[in-house]
């Protein structure tokens, strides 16, 4: 058929799944064909991006939670101003990540 469509009724009775619903690689798979239809995937890239984003959150807290954990002075509280301070930090990148 000359100018037909090349896809089955069925292809377009496909139920759209939720980018929680899935696991990184059929996330991955998604992203393909729904760049193969010609379609924007970008907010399917994000989701993609987050789930590799977000297991990386705890090495880089630990990151950044050392330096203050170290810092021990006698006088300004010492250990547990840095753990209060580590708390802040991982709390307040865990609002970022979740709310952007």
Known sequence: MEGGLDKSPAD???????ATEMNLLQLSEY????????QTPIPFLVDWHDKIAFPFACLIMSALSVPFAIRVSPRGGGVAIGLGLSLVVAFAYWIVQRCS
Not at 12 to 18: H, P, V
């Open 31 to 38: 992203i393909e064909r729904i760049e193969e239809e010609g």
């Open 12 to 18: 377009f009775a496909r139920i759209e799944r939720l």
